[in-house]
């Protein structure tokens, strides 16, 4: 009766131990990020950087890890270490569980329970992995969200800057006006700003395309750089970029409507044709087989008596007589 209650407590405490890995873990209040000297200690205090070398982790890994936190949003500076912790954790507790309940549940002469050890290998591949992929999908879906509203926010620049606004007050009036449609770009532009005071725009931009890491940031980069560098106005490229994007857009919308014809063919062979072709030929099969059916009766023209006498010979027939010699 311990093992299940073992096992219900360690299934409750992985929950927990996932939804902190997955709210927590480098986590960062935008109200943090923009107050001057805010600082959060670390999820385990001191022990959170041993905790987070206890699995080996690559260099190109580690900087990948720590792109697509900052794209979902957890900008604090050690958010890689503390969610490489955390997930250490989670996953050598599990380990610990499982060796427990099977010394626990193991009699000296028996062999191992499977069934246990295969539950902890899923247990364990599941801390490492499912983590991971969660981040990851919260990282796309941010990232897709920055860009739908990017033309929207270059657009609003412009007209800010052409209206006499400098570019920082330009950016402090977007971000606050997006706030509540788009706050994920809103923090971002909040983030540009506070770079561009402190810096150069061009530099300011391009720390931004390296956060987001997409070819339509990547590309307004390039486009404010050369804007700056050639001495140019910012705000008709900002208005210029914003047109290209939404073109762009349109035409890949266009061509995922033409190959949407393509897509549904196969849907359409697999799930459709076959109803049609039983409605159609259904009743010529049930009339030819009751046709097949009647005349194979006797008497019938498909019958195989029928087609003995009509095949034997005349002289072999017993109601025909040969002539008397």
């Known amino acids: 009766m311990m093992i299940p209650l073992f096992v219900f ?17 480098g986590r960062t209040d935008q109200a943090e990020v923009f107050a001057a000297g805010a600082k959060r200690a670390l999820v385990f205090g001191p022990l959170t950087r041993p905790l987070a070398a206890l699995l080996p982790i690559g260099e ?3 900087k990948r ?10 900008y604090h500076r ?3 270490t503390e969610y490489l912790a955390l997930r250490n954790t989670l996953v050598v507790g599990w380990v610990i569980l499982i060796a427990t309940l099977i010394v626990l549940a193991s009699q000296p002469g028996e062999p191992l329970d499977v069934r246990l050890l295969a539950a902890g290998g899923l247990g364990m591949v599941l801390l490492y992995g ?17 860009e739908y509203s990017l033309p929207d926010a270059l657009d609003m620049l412009s007209m800010c800057m052409t209206g006499g606004l400098s570019f920082s007050q330009s950016l402090a009036r977007v ?3 997006l706030a509540r449609s788009y706050p994920d770009l809103a923090c971002e532009l909040r983030i540009v700003s506070r770079q561009a005071d402190s810096g150069t ?8 395309a390296q956060r987001v890491d997409t070819p339509e940031v990547q590309s307004l980069a390039s486009v404010v750089g050369q804007t700056e560098q050639h001495g140019g106005a910012v705000a008709p490229a900002f208005h210029q970029f914003a047109t ?9 919308a266009e061509e995922k409507g033409n190959r949407t014809s393509i897509h549904m063919l196969f849907p359409l062979v697999l799930c459709l044709a076959p109803p049609v072709y039983l409605l159609l030929l259904t009743p010529a099969a049930i009339e030819l087989r009751g046709f097949v059916i009647d005349e194979n009766r006797p008497g019938g023209i498909l019958s195989p008596a029928e087609a003995t006498e009509e095949l034997r010979s005349p002289f072999a027939s017993p109601e025909i007589q040969r002539p008397a010699e």
């Open 65 to 74: 890890l720590a792109l697509e936190l900052c794209q979902a949003g957890f």
């Open 130 to 146: 499912v983590p991971r992929l969660v981040l990851g999908s919260r990282a796309k879906a941010r990232v897709r969200r920055i």
């Open 175 to 177: 971000g606050s006006e």
């Open 244 to 252: 290209d994007v939404r073109r762009q857009r349109r035409q890949l």
């Open 9 to 25: 407590l360690a299934v409750a405490l992985l929950f927990f131990g996932t939804a902190m890995l997955l709210t927590r873990a």
């Open 60 to 62: 190109k890994t580690r």
């Open 201 to 208: 725009l061009s530099r300011a931009i391009k720390g931004f």
């Open 78 to 80: 050690h958010a890689a």
